[in-house]
């Protein structure tokens, strides 16, 4: 009978990727797949379906308050790219850089990380950061696959810094503390961008990037200080709110939405009220499919926890090996291929709530194995052939992806040793959060 029950779980778990490649919505394939797992259910027990389980399961996927901080974080997020903060993140950054070799470079990575800690998002930070940066870049005189490239892997360590929505996602999936995840993200996310500005600097070495020399007065100084500490206030808010245990991560998404507001309305005075409704719009639109996403992922996650999945899969894995870093190591290899075709959010939905019991069992904490997840997904942004940020990056600049990719190929391995450091060293992802009593 265990046998049986296996097979028809890799049927249908099969059958969720026929459905999603073949070009049917993610969601419309986690629907179809828990309705089938519930119905086979049914039948093996003798039972009638109980339809009101699909709907339950639909309305308890999105009930979770917890999951507010999606759209909060991604409203705030619109309304400070909308505020018109990505050239002023970028002199920032230069001004922190000084006159590094390749400091257009550095700056982008800096700015990048700034960018990705206030909007959650790699494509976004890709869009906005390469739309600035790479013709800059060009005109510098870098060669257009290194500045492609730059930004590409830039772009995908801001969102491992908090606040992060691909953590709130694997929060709610597995019920993990939010404000643990984000904590752990912090030292990750600030590797990466280290690492990243070490790769820029080898990479200097043998392309010879260019030097910037000119300096800049102390008027500018101090409005360039000024114009890049007023936006990160609102990361600064989201990371001290939860360290202090004032707020919590929805509630910071909620004040993050009024700092946004009051600074883009009121501070800088780059949005107009009458700019709100569209803002508006688009945050909804932003943020309704993944949330659609997850609550009939909830229907797939009910329907096979039902026919006993997270034990089977357990003891297929037992089965295997009960080496824990091995099996680290096999997860890590099966998210970077599905990082290569699917969207991170929906990775992390389907695979977080049958992984994430296996990890448990080896002793492996849920905050360490969550972080490790969200960075592979994160990858998968500048992995073809699906690299949402290594497409965005190549039509700005102009090249065919071919040449995207040689450019981001040193990025793309820097950060896959980087997830190898804090796959094999917990410390890296555990130490702030246990440092400040949070779970882990």
Same mark, same amino acid.
């Given at each position: 009978?265990?046998?049986?029950?296996?097979?028809?779980?890799?049927?249908?778990?099969?059958?969720?990727?026929?459905?999603?490649?073949?070009?049917?919505?993610?969601?419309?394939?986690?629907?179809?797949?828990?309705?089938?797992?519930?119905?086979?259910?049914?039948?093996?027990?003798?039972?009638?379906?109980?339809?009101?389980?699909?709907?339950?399961?639909?309305?308890?996927?999105?009930?979770?308050?917890?999951?507010?901080?999606?759209?909060?974080?991604?409203?705030?997020?619109?309304?400070?790219?909308?505020?018109?903060?990505?050239?002023?993140?970028?002199?920032?950054?230069?001004?922190?850089?000084?006159?590094?070799?390749?400091?257009?470079?550095?700056?982008?990575?800096?700015?990048?990380?700034?960018?990705?800690?206030?909007?959650?998002?790699?494509?976004?930070?890709?869009?906005? @950061?390469?739309?600035?940066?790479?013709?800059?870049?060009?005109?510098?005189?870098?060669?257009?696959?290194?500045?492609?490239?730059?930004?590409?892997?830039?772009?995908?360590?801001?969102?491992?810094?908090?606040?992060?929505?691909?953590?709130?996602?694997?929060?709610?999936?597995?019920?993990?503390?939010?404000?643990?995840?984000?904590?752990?993200?912090?030292?990750?996310?600030?590797?990466?961008?280290?690492?990243? #500005?070490?790769?820029?600097?080898?990479?200097?070495?043998?392309?010879?990037?260019?030097?910037?020399?000119?300096?800049?007065?102390?008027?500018?100084?101090?409005?360039?200080?000024?114009?890049?500490?007023?936006?990160?206030?609102?990361?600064?808010?989201?990371? &001290?709110?939860? #360290?202090?245990?004032?707020?919590?991560?929805?509630?910071?998404?909620?004040?993050?939405?009024?700092?946004?507001?009051?600074?883009?309305?009121?501070?800088?005075?780059?949005?107009?009220?009458?700019?709100?409704?569209?803002?508006?719009?688009?945050?909804?639109?932003?943020?309704?499919?993944?949330?659609?996403?997850?609550?009939?992922?909830?229907?797939?996650?009910?329907?096979?926890?039902?026919?006993?999945?997270?034990?089977?899969?357990?003891?297929?894995?037992?089965?295997?090996?009960?080496?824990?870093?091995?099996?680290?190591?096999?997860?890590?290899?099966?998210?970077?291929? @599905?990082?290569?075709?699917?969207?991170?959010?929906?990775?992390?939905?389907?695979?977080?709530?049958?992984?994430?019991?296996?990890?448990?069992? @080896?002793?492996?904490?849920?905050?360490?194995?969550?972080?490790?997840?969200?960075?592979?997904?994160?990858?998968?942004?500048?992995?073809?052939?699906?690299?949402?940020?290594?497409?965005?990056?190549?039509?700005? &600049?102009?090249?065919?992806?071919?040449?995207?990719?040689?450019?981001?190929?040193?990025?793309?391995?820097?950060?896959?040793?980087?997830?190898?450091?804090?796959?094999?060293?917990?410390?890296?992802?555990?130490?702030?959060?246990? @440092?400040?009593?949070?779970?882990?």
């Amino acid at each position: 009978m265990g046998e049986t029950m296996g097979l028809i779980i890799a049927i249908l778990v099969v059958l969720t990727f026929v459905f999603i490649l073949s070009g049917i919505p993610i969601y419309v394939s986690l629907l179809i797949t828990g309705v089938l797992s519930l119905a086979t259910l049914s039948i093996s027990t003798g039972t009638p379906m109980a339809t009101l389980a699909v709907s339950q399961s639909i309305f308890n996927g999105i009930g979770s308050t917890t999951l507010l901080a999606i759209p909060f974080f991604m409203l705030a997020g619109e309304i400070m790219n909308r505020g018109g903060i990505t050239e002023k993140l970028i002199k920032f950054a230069m001004l922190l850089i000084g006159r590094l070799p390749g400091s257009l470079a550095h700056a982008g990575i800096v700015s990048s990380m700034f960018f990705g800690g206030i909007t959650g998002s790699a494509q976004a930070c890709s869009s906005c @950061m390469g739309g600035i940066l790479i013709p800059a870049m060009k005109k510098e005189g870098y060669p257009t696959e290194e500045a492609v490239g730059v930004i590409a892997g830039a772009s995908t360590c801001g969102p491992i810094i908090p606040p992060s929505i691909i953590m709130v996602v694997y929060a709610t999936a597995v019920g993990a503390s939010v404000g643990s995840m984000f904590m752990g993200g912090i030292v990750p996310g600030i590797l990466c961008g280290l690492v990243l #500005m070490v790769v820029v600097l080898l990479r200097d070495r043998v392309v010879h990037f260019p030097r910037r020399t000119e300096k800049m007065e102390k008027s500018e100084i101090k409005k360039t200080i000024i114009d890049g500490i007023i936006p990160l206030g609102m990361p600064l808010i989201v990371v &001290g709110g939860i #360290m202090g245990g004032i707020m919590t991560p929805t509630e910071a998404g909620a004040i993050s939405v009024v700092y946004s507001l009051l600074v883009s309305l009121f501070i800088t005075r780059t949005i107009k009220v009458k700019e709100i409704g569209p803002i508006l719009l688009q945050a909804v639109n932003s943020a309704a499919p993944l949330l659609l996403i997850i609550a009939c992922a909830k229907v797939f996650s009910y329907g096979l926890t039902a026919l006993q999945m997270p034990v089977i899969v357990n003891n297929l894995i037992l089965s295997v090996t009960h080496n824990k870093y091995v099996f680290l190591l096999l997860v890590n290899v099966l998210l970077i291929i @599905m990082g290569m075709f699917m969207d991170g959010g929906a990775s992390v939905i389907i695979l977080a709530p049958i992984l994430a019991p296996v990890a448990s069992s @080896m002793g492996i904490s849920l905050v360490h194995f969550g972080v490790v997840m969200a960075f592979n997904l994160t990858i998968g942004n500048i992995t073809p052939p699906l690299g949402y940020c290594m497409f965005i990056t190549a039509k700005i &600049g102009k090249i065919p992806v071919e040449k995207a990719i040689k450019g981001t190929m040193p990025y793309m391995i820097a950060e896959i040793l980087v997830l190898l450091a804090i796959t094999y060293i917990p410390f890296l992802v555990t130490f702030v959060p246990t @440092m400040l009593g949070l779970a882990v």
